[in-house]
């Protein structure tokens, strides 16, 4: 009787194990885009493509993850660079956070979805019971909602100079592919033009600038629009800075001559002066020695050293 007991508990916890075996086996997860399949995502580097939601998150902007075979488990989410929503009814870009938990009804079935406003990899972490999967996404930018344009300050009459025009979304991630408006207006004369980014969301553009005055570059697309102003300097005339700089030396040449010829006068003048002084000392010690013959010392006069 105690055999038959103890085979009835092995074989019940035997069973309990394999349920639960195949509970954690029945975790399937299936990943789509627009409704259609989505490969790769499993790592940075092949991280799933979607287009960044102007306004309204849709099943063509989020990734749809639906796990299946999993009733009354609890589905959780984490994401970075990403948000996460449960559904889509009425979901904009507003809508959304960065983790969700999910518990999943008694049809085994539950689904997920991820949208993201940044071009840069983001990641979503799903843990369904103890197996954690990570997916990876990156945006593609949307829609040209904004221009900005660079060009340097000053530059040099008649030279040509790169203006730089770039294009982002409304999120600000750089656009590719932008097509960019152009008004350039050289001292009143107007000109216009378009451009398209590049992969970088960024285009160069190059204007002449005239004798003088200035440019100055307009871009706009949609209701977005910036301006870059370059003013005309002039080149430096090389002969007149040599020829005022020969001048200057001419004079200080003249100055020079001038202040050594004074110098030398000078030198002349102190040296008939020290002859003087003494001839003068010479003639005045000769009649102080004379002077002094016979006279007592207290009446002496002194000698001029």
Not at 9 to 16: C, D, F, G, H, R
Not at 155 to 181: C, E, I, M, P
């Amino acid at each position: 009787m105690k055999l038959k007991k103890l085979s009835i508990a092995v074989i019940t916890a035997l069973t309990i194990g394999l349920v639960g075996v195949n509970a954690a086996n029945a975790n399937t997860q299936t990943l789509t885009v627009a409704g259609t399949a989505a490969t790769g995502g499993t790592t940075s580097a092949t991280a799933i493509a979607l287009p960044v939601p102007v306004d309204a998150v849709t099943t063509s902007n989020a990734l749809s993850i639906s796990v299946s075979g999993t009733a009354g488990a609890t589905v959780s989410a984490a994401a970075t660079n990403a948000s996460l929503l449960t559904t889509l009814t009425g979901a904009t870009a507003a809508s959304g956070s960065a983790t969700a938990t999910v518990n999943v009804s008694t049809s085994g079935s539950v689904e997920l979805f991820v949208f993201t406003k940044t071009t840069s990899v983001g990641s979503v972490t799903l843990t369904v019971g103890n197996v954690t999967t990570t997916y990876y996404v990156k945006g593609i930018a949307g829609d040209v909602a904004k221009v900005a344009v660079t060009a340097p300050a000053t530059a040099v009459a008649g030279t040509t100079q790169s203006v730089v025009v770039s294009a982002f979304d409304k999120y600000d991630n750089l656009k590719s592919g932008g097509t960019v408006n152009l008004v350039i207006n050289t001292n009143g004369v107007i000109t216009t033009t378009s451009v398209t980014t590049s992969t970088s969301g960024t285009v160069s553009h190059v204007v002449t600038l005239p004798a003088n005055g200035s440019v100055a570059v307009t871009a706009f697309a949609a209701s977005s629009s910036a301006v870059a102003t370059i003013n005309v300097t002039q080149p430096r005339n090389l002969e007149a800075e040599l020829a005022t700089a020969l001048e200057n030396v001419a004079k200080l040449t003249t100055d020079l001559a001038t202040a050594n010829a004074a110098l030398t006068a000078a030198t002349a003048t102190n040296a008939d002066l020290v002859k003087q002084v003494k001839k003068l000392k010479w003639q005045y010690n000769n009649l102080v020695k004379k002077y002094n013959v016979g006279k007592p010392k207290s009446q002496k006069l002194a000698f001029i050293k």
